[in-house]
């Protein structure tokens, strides 16, 4: 079983004191290619230098999360184009609307999450998505540029029935995470899983957040790292009703496409 963790937080300072034995946990499970989320200007300088400290295991993605948006600038503009063009910048993102947290003012957030999505139109990469409590205006200023990008996830979906279709609709692909694993709030997405395409469906850790309640023994420091994805692997595919081996060889192709990543042996 090959695996590609299309999302961990592999800079969170969490991971400063033991991140070769994290990158050697996972691989042990099978885990062997992981996308360094880039969620600020900072951290995405630190998801590009962490890729390319670890050649053809780490990758990263450029981007400014919407709780970050206050902050977006010309300068940061600017400095984001030339991290995505980086070839070890797979994708531009993280970047959306959150309106849950609301730690940026929502026009903020709008006009952060618009000029990411001209960032991966005048670049042609693949867009990193976040999304929470804002669809109608998330869906809406998307529409206006899906046809303009290569390819977009809507990663760590946690979101509706009807949320999932718009998406599908618009030919997103969607990230599954650990969420799927949570008792309290995550039961509606083993229905979900089911509706999502194959060819559309990746598996993420969001590592060192959303550690699956279902793992056991779970750690007693509770943080999610990359090598935790087999088990997301192994949940997903029993609500799909298929093996782990199939979940996993689709999971890792459809990553390989949309992030057009070599094909593993």
Same mark, same amino acid.
């Given at each position: 079983m090959?695996? %590609?963790?299309?999302g ?17 946990? !996972? ?8 996308v ?6 900072a =951290?995405? /300088?630190?998801?590009?230098?962490l890729?390319r ?8 993605? !450029? ?5 970050? $948006?206050?902050? &977006? ?48 139109v ?6 990193f ?44 692909h969607? =990230?599954i ?15 979900? %899983?089911?509706? /999502? ?7 993420? *850790?969001?590592a060192?957040?959303?550690? #699956?309640?279902?793992?056991? #023994? ?7 790292e990359?090598? &935790? ?16 081996q199939?979940t $996993?060889?689709?999971? *890792?192709?459809?990553?390989? !496409? ?6 593993? #042996?």
């Open positions: 090959q695996l %590609v963790d299309i961990a937080n592999l800079g969170h300072e969490s991971f400063r004191h033991d991140l070769p034995a994290v990158i050697e946990r !996972a691989a042990t499970h099978g885990v062997q290619r992981m360094v989320t880039g969620a600020s200007l =951290g995405s /300088i630190e998801a590009l230098t890729a400290s670890h050649p053809d295991i780490l990758f990263a993605t !450029a981007g400014v999360h919407p709780h970050h $948006a206050i902050d &977006y600038d010309d300068a940061t503009d600017a400095q984001l184009r030339e991290l995505a063009r980086d070839p070890l910048v797979l994708a531009v993102g993280e970047t959306g609307l959150d309106y849950n947290r609301n730690y940026s003012p929502h026009q903020a957030q709008l006009q952060a999450f618009e000029r990411q999505l001209q960032i991966a005048d670049l042609q990469k693949p867009l998505l976040h999304q929470r409590d804002a669809h109608a205006d998330f869906i809406a200023l998307l529409r206006r540029y899906r046809d303009r990008v290569p390819a977009a996830v809507v990663h760590c979906f946690t979101d509706t029935a009807e949320a999932l279709r718009d998406y599908l609709a618009l030919d997103c969607i =990230g995470t650990g969420w799927i694993c949570d008792e309290r709030r995550g039961m509606h997405l083993r229905e979900l %899983v089911r509706e /999502i395409p194959a060819n559309r469906l990746m598996i993420e *850790t969001d060192p957040y959303l550690l #699956p309640r279902t793992v056991r #023994p779970a750690p007693a420091h509770r943080r999610n990359p090598m &935790y994805l087999k088990h997301i692997c192994e949940e997903v595919a029993r609500d799909r009703g298929e093996t782990a199939v $996993a060889a689709n999971s *890792t192709a459809t990553a390989e !496409a949309f992030f057009r990543l070599p094909s593993t #042996p």
